[in-house]
C-alpha cells in the first residue's frame, strides 16, 4: 500500500499563487505518472489534471493556462502549481496516484485546504 500526503494548502487572496505537493511513501509517479482532483463544498470530486509517466500534461479547460503538474526526478513528490487563482478554486485538493486501470488510480491522499478569498 502507498501512502500519498498532500501539504501545501492555505487561504489565498485572488490573483495570488499556491504550489500543492504530494509525497509518495513509494517512487510510483515516474512510471504511473499521477493525478489531481478537488472537491469544492457541496460538489462532486473533479478531475483537474494529469501528468503521464512520459510527461505529458493535460488540464480540464477552466484550470488550462493556470495549472501547472511536474513531478520531481526520484518520482516520489508530484506538484500543483496554481497561478492566478480565482473564487471558483476554493476545494480540497486530492492528489491520486498508481497503475492506471480504465480511468481509476488506486491511491488517495487526505487532500489540502485551498481557500481563495479577499
Known amino acids: 500500500q502507498v501512502q500519498l500526503v498532500e501539504s501545501g494548502g492555505g487561504l489565498v487572496q485572488p490573483g495570488g499563487s499556491l504550489r500543492l505537493s504530494c509525497a509518495a511513501s513509494?517512487?510510483?509517479?515516474?512510471?504511473?505518472?499521477m493525478a489531481w482532483y478537488r472537491q469544492a463544498p457541496g460538489q462532486s470530486r473533479e478531475w483537474v489534471g494529469s501528468?503521464?509517466?512520459?510527461?505529458?500534461?493535460n488540464y480540464k479547460d477552466p484550470v488550462q493556462g493556470r495549472f501547472d503538474i511536474s513531478i520531481n526526478n526520484a518520482g516520489n513528490t508530484a506538484y500543483l502549481q496554481i497561478h492566478n487563482l480565482e473564487l471558483a478554486d476554493t476545494a480540497v485538493y486530492y492528489c491520486?496516484?498508481?497503475?492506471?486501470?480504465?480511468?481509476?488510480?488506486?491511491?488517495w491522499g487526505q487532500g489540502t485546504q485551498v481557500t481563495v478569498s479577499s
Open positions: 513509494a517512487s510510483i509517479f515516474r512510471g504511473y505518472g
Open positions: 491520486n496516484g498508481g497503475k492506471l486501470s480504465g480511468n481509476y488510480r488506486p491511491y
Open positions: 501528468i503521464t509517466s512520459g510527461g505529458v500534461t
